[in-house]
């Protein structure tokens, strides 16, 4: 019988996904936020299927953890790179630090209770310069990802809950990544899939040992 696997994170994931449901097809059902079409109509945006920040991955944990019967055996979770989006006329961050960690202590809390194996994701690698030039409506700094990783990786060690660092990982695939202003090339989609298809096939084998 196979097991299930359902991500909830932003249009990174949603890029990386179909590889990794491909990868994994043996061994799990495939599942995520619903509204593909949505979120591919603007990726920018928490739309549809895109998890968007730590506070609409937060409701959207509430709602469905009310629902006794959803439950996975492995939750893949991110979110980090809609919160650190700031205005370039205030330079205010849409999810300061503080509540994007409280935040997170809730959403890890809520993700042992409806998955066997709640895994963190860590968020991505920024090119300040690519992505301001690419993207002027809001900006990224990679300063402000790094901190924000850091928070995320720190809860999830209180929480007990392992850590894909799919940022460091992408970090050293080489410096032709990105296909527009943060978003990945094929190529790379397939390497984070495949790093993230290791990663969670790898808990199904430590749970066999």
Known sequence: MKRSLFVLGDSISIH?????????????????????DAALHDLNQALGANGGDSRHVLDYLEDMSATERWHHDV???????????TDPLTGAI?????????????????????????VWVSSTPVDDERHQRFNPGFIRH?????????????????????????GA???QLGADLYADHVHFTEPIRQLQAAFLAGFVLGLLKHDES
């Open 16 to 36: 990386y996904g179909p590889y990794l449901a491909r990868m994994t097809a043996d061994v799990f059902h495939y599942g995520r936020k619903s509204g593909l």
């Open 75 to 85: 939750l893949l979770l991110n979110c980090g790179l809609h919160d650190i989006k």
């Open 94 to 118: 849409q999810v300061p630090l503080v509540a994007y960690t409280d935040n997170l202590a809730r959403i890890l809390l809520l993700a042992k209770r409806v998955a066997t194996h709640p």
């Open 142 to 166: 990679q300063a402000d990802l790094r901190r924000y990783n850091a928070a995320a990786a720190e809860q999830a060690r209180l929480a007990g809950i392992p850590v894909a660092d799919l």
């Open 169 to 171: 990982f992408t970090e």
